[in-house]
Nanobody, 123 residues
Framework: QMHLTESGGGLVQAGGSLRLTCVAS????????MGWFRHAPGEAREFVAA????????YYADSVRGRFTIDRDDIRNTARLQMNNLKPEDTAVYFC????????????????WGQGTQVTVSS
């Protein structure tokens, strides 16, 4: 059983940056595919970014490509999401997710979830 805890959210002005961290316990990020999703009010939870285990292949939603970077720190057993040039439409609760066997980038493709961290971008 893997437990995930996110941190790093907050309030930032448009154009600013935030770095989200996901701390894992109970298992290792190095043996899991790690992802980030977000859930804005009135919207469905959507895929943001993912990093594959072993290969470190990275995937991004079109809306964040070029602005967000996903990474993994195997020593600290964390996954991170660096978010630059933030826009008001990035406002959402951001969730860290993990799955051992890669299945895709839909919500149901992930087995483990954190509780989320709020990101608010003001215009």
């Amino acid at each position: 059983q893997m437990h995930l805890t996110e941190s790093g959210g907050g309030l930032v002005q448009a154009g600013g940056s935030l770095r989200l961290t996901c701390v894992a316990s109970g298992s290792t990020v190095s043996t899991h595919n790690m992802g980030w999703f977000r859930h804005a009010p009135g919207e469905a939870r959507e895929f943001v970014a993912a990093i594959r285990r072993f290969t470190d292949a990275r995937y991004y939603a079109d809306s964040v490509r070029g602005r967000f970077t996903i990474d993994r720190d195997d020593i600290r057993n964390t996954a991170r999401l660096q978010m630059n040039n933030l826009k008001p439409e990035d406002t959402a609760v951001y969730f860290c997710a993990a799955v051992e066997e890669y299945r895709g980038h839909e919500r149901y493709d992930y087995d483990y979830w954190g509780q989320g961290t709020q990101v608010t971008v003001s215009s």
